[in-house]
């Protein structure tokens, strides 16, 4: 059982930054791929970007990458996501996530474990 608690959302201008946190429960998170998601209104949860579980590799979605870095620190069982040159469009609530295994994971359905989310908006 892991349980993830999201920090660090909010209220920020285009062109800005946030720096998104996930802390994780339990022994075993070097054990979980991690993926952080987003949803905005009236929209499906969305992809943004995943790390493996030894942090060796990590893939985003075409929207965010250049922008977007996800990192992990396994010995404080957390993981991040650093948001760069923000936009209106990226407004959304972000929610990390896990996934027990050994590859990445782009697919909202393949993850075990789920936060509560952090909301970030985007003014313009």
């Known amino acids: 059982q892991v349980q993830l608690v999201e920090s660090g959302g909010g209220l920020v201008q285009a062109g800005g930054s946030l720096r998104l946190s996930c802390a994780a429960s339990?022994?075993?998170?070097?054990?979980?791929?991690m993926g952080w998601f987003r949803q905005a209104p009236g929209n499906g949860r969305e992809f943004v970007a995943t790390?493996?579980?030894?942090?060796?590799?990590?893939y985003y979605a075409d929207s965010v990458k250049g922008r977007f870095t996800i990192s992990r620190d396994n010995a404080k069982n957390m993981v991040y996501l650093q948001m760069n040159s923000l936009k209106p469009e990226d407004t959304a609530v972000y929610y990390c996530?896990?996934?027990?295994?050994?590859?990445?994971?782009?697919?909202?359905?393949?993850?075990?474990?789920w936060g509560q989310g952090t909301q970030v908006t985007v003014s313009s």
């Open positions: 996530a896990a996934k027990g295994g050994a590859g990445y994971y782009t697919d909202y359905v393949q993850y075990d474990y």
């Open positions: 790390i493996t579980r030894s942090g060796a590799d990590t």
């Open positions: 339990g022994r075993t998170f070097s054990r979980y791929a």
